[in-house]
């Protein structure tokens, strides 16, 4: 019978989903050894993918090369305990790194896909006491971890290579004052974590949509050249941005005043979103919103939309909406007020992402739902493909109330429907297929291609579609 219902679950499958099919693993280790989790990694050196499927006892670990052609395979078990919080590569040799939750313990596992051997470094020996750690980082192949001194305002960036040897930078930004709005001045670590209480900086990959959810962070982390960029809107009269050298010990810092601020108001919120040399910036009070596209070199505001309460929103292309709700799944707006007000007292964001020539704006707030545990974000900075599908699973699942905004390249307001990005084909297409309570599901990038995947506990095989 349960060879029937494997065999009927695979049939289904085949016939409703088989033109998206990408690559398929059955391997023998999934009978015994259910998937719980996967880690992808492209290897943009030699277009390889290496798939690392959490099991039980450790990783089934498999590598194919661009043709999807399985070139290796291996077990890794006996690893380090903790969180993985990374993984880079060098030819067919890969490592993944492991943390425990305070960061003061980090091990690695260094697999040769090439022989099939593994070797374990329990602990890598590096001691962050007297810090805070921020985020790890990936960038350019090269795994990072970011941490401020305690009560200064010192950051540190400890860099691993595959070998899990590393080396630390330091960036001393002790001469720049970080005020809040009463203008008391503190150190950046004071200014984070006493003042403001701050739980996590969240990073976000701006190639990709990102939810309200993300984006309603005051704090936010993004990678792009070489380089990491700290967003912060702890207060609601500046936007500071620190910019790091991740090759050199040199960083550039940026003091953006809000022109809009009106101290003694306080019904307000702010908030920001960083794509290349913009910076997209928000603020709300109880009568009006304001959005300014600011040129990170001049300051100046490049274009500003502002409304009243009483104004229709002329810069949107979508109704007002409201998604993931307790009852009504999908809800339309119409009054100014009434967005204006979610935005104020929820969680007020922006997002921004590049559609051809194009900006694709989204505006709104994001509400947690009673009950929701909140994952977004963490620690998963070092690993690509757990960061897209953090991003997917929140952009996907997000009690949100927004309006999508389509902007030219000058920043003006273009009319027209705004086309579905990838995250939304798959959304959809999940939805369609009644895949979204799959096990182990995951998103990455390859050639041009979204590729979604998922476990399958009936027919044991690991399944992944491209978009």
């Given at each position: 019978?349960?060879?029937?219902?494997?065999?009927?679950?695979?049939?289904?499958?085949?016939?409703?989903?088989?033109?998206?099919?990408?690559?398929?693993?059955?391997?023998?280790?999934?009978?015994?050894?259910?998937?719980?989790?996967?880690?992808?990694?492209?290897?943009?050196?030699?277009?390889?993918?290496?798939?690392?499927?959490?099991?039980?006892?450790?990783?089934?670990?498999?590598?194919?090369?661009?043709?999807?052609?399985?070139?290796?395979?291996?077990?890794?078990?006996?690893?380090?305990?903790?969180?993985?919080?990374?993984?880079?590569?060098?030819?067919?040799?890969?490592?993944?790194?492991?943390?425990?939750?305070?960061?003061?313990?980090?091990?690695?596992?260094?697999?040769?896909?090439?022989?099939?051997?593994?070797?374990?470094?329990?602990?890598?020996?590096?001691?962050?006491?007297?810090?805070?750690?921020?985020?790890?980082?990936?960038?350019?192949?090269?795994?990072?971890?970011?941490?401020?001194?305690?009560?200064?305002?010192?950051?540190?960036?400890?860099?691993?290579?595959?070998?899990?040897?590393?080396?630390?930078?330091?960036?001393?930004?002790?001469?720049?004052?970080?005020?809040?709005?009463?203008?008391?001045?503190?150190?950046?670590?004071?200014?984070?974590?006493?003042?403001?209480?701050?739980?996590?900086?969240?990073?976000?990959?701006?190639?990709?949509?990102?939810?309200?959810?993300?984006?309603?962070?005051?704090?936010?982390?993004?990678?792009?050249?070489?380089?990491?960029?700290?967003?912060?809107?702890?207060?609601?009269?500046?936007?500071?941005?620190?910019?790091?050298?991740?090759?050199?010990?040199?960083?550039?810092?940026?003091?953006?005043?809000?022109?809009?601020?009106?101290?003694?108001?306080?019904?307000?919120?702010?908030?920001?979103?960083?794509?290349?040399?913009?910076?997209?910036?928000?603020?709300?009070?109880?009568?009006?919103?304001?959005?300014?596209?600011?040129?990170?070199?001049?300051?100046?505001?490049?274009?500003?939309?502002?409304?009243?309460?009483?104004?229709?929103?002329?810069?949107?292309?979508?109704?007002?909406?409201?998604?993931?709700?307790?009852?009504?799944?999908?809800?339309?707006?119409?009054?100014?007020?009434?967005?204006?007000?979610?935005?104020?007292?929820?969680?007020?964001?922006?997002?921004?992402?590049?559609?051809?020539?194009?900006?694709?704006?989204?505006?709104?707030?994001?509400?947690?739902?009673?009950?929701?545990?909140?994952?977004?974000?963490a620690m998963v900075g070092g690993l690509t493909g757990a960061i897209i599908f953090s991003m997917f699973d929140s952009y996907s699942n997000s009690k949100s109330v927004k309006i999508l905004n389509?902007?030219?390249?000058?920043?003006?307001?273009?009319?027209?429907?705004?086309?579905?990005?990838?995250?939304?084909?798959?959304?959809?297409?999940?939805?369609?297929?009644?895949?979204?309570?799959?096990?182990?599901?995951?998103?990455?990038?390859?050639?041009?291609?979204?590729?979604?995947?998922?476990?399958?506990?009936?027919?044991?095989?690991?399944?992944?579609?491209?978009?």
């Amino acid at each position: 019978m349960r060879s029937f219902i494997a065999f009927f679950f695979c049939l289904l499958c085949y016939t409703s989903i088989a033109q998206n099919a990408w690559l398929q693993s059955s391997n023998y280790h999934f009978e015994t050894h259910p998937v719980s989790d996967i880690v992808p990694v492209v290897n943009k050196e030699t277009r390889n993918i290496a798939l690392f499927y959490k099991v039980k006892k450790g990783y089934v670990a498999e590598l194919y090369n661009d043709k999807k052609e399985l070139l290796y395979e291996t077990v890794v078990s006996n690893i380090s305990s903790g969180d993985l919080v990374g993984c880079i590569y060098e030819k067919n040799t890969y490592t993944l790194f492991f943390s425990n939750r305070s960061k003061s313990k980090i091990g690695c596992v260094k697999i040769d896909f090439t022989t099939g051997a593994y070797t374990v470094i329990k602990d890598l020996n590096l001691s962050i006491k007297g810090e805070k750690a921020i985020q790890f980082i990936t960038d350019e192949n090269k795994l990072h971890l970011l941490t401020v001194e305690k009560k200064k305002s010192i950051l540190k960036l400890y860099s691993f290579n595959v070998q899990g040897d590393f080396i630390e930078k330091s960036y001393d930004l002790s001469d720049e004052v970080f005020e809040s709005d009463n203008e008391l001045t503190f150190s950046l670590y004071s200014f984070l974590y006493v003042i403001n209480k701050l739980t996590k900086f969240e990073f976000i990959d701006n190639s990709l949509p990102c939810s309200l959810e993300q984006a309603s962070l005051p704090t936010k982390i993004f990678s792009q050249d070489g380089h990491v960029f700290l967003t912060i809107n702890l207060t609601g009269k500046f936007t500071y941005i620190i910019k790091l050298n991740l090759k050199e010990p040199r960083y550039d810092f940026k003091k953006i005043t809000n022109e809009s601020f009106k101290k003694g108001n306080y019904y307000n919120t702010h908030n920001s979103f960083l794509l290349g040399d913009k910076l997209f910036e928000a603020y709300v009070t109880n009568e009006r919103f304001v959005m300014d596209i600011i040129d990170l070199e001049s300051h100046k505001s490049l274009k500003q939309f502002s409304i009243t309460e009483k104004d229709s929103i002329y810069f949107k292309n979508t109704p007002i909406i409201q998604e993931g709700g307790d009852f009504d799944n999908y809800r339309e707006f119409e009054k100014t007020t009434k967005f204006i007000r979610k935005i104020l007292y929820s969680k007020m964001a922006l997002s921004v992402y590049k559609l051809d020539a194009n900006y694709v704006v989204t505006i709104g707030s994001y509400e947690p739902k009673p009950g929701a545990i909140i994952m977004v974000g963490a620690m998963v900075g070092g690993l690509t493909g757990a960061i897209i599908f953090s991003m997917f699973d929140s952009y996907s699942n997000s009690k949100s109330v927004k309006i999508l905004n389509l902007l030219d390249s000058n920043f003006n307001h273009v009319q027209g429907d705004i086309p579905d990005n990838k995250f939304d084909a798959i959304h959809n297409f999940i939805e369609d297929k009644k895949l979204k309570e799959m096990s182990a599901q995951t998103v990455f990038k390859y050639d041009g291609s979204y590729i979604w995947g998922f476990y399958s506990d009936v027919s044991k095989m690991y399944k992944f579609y491209s978009f």
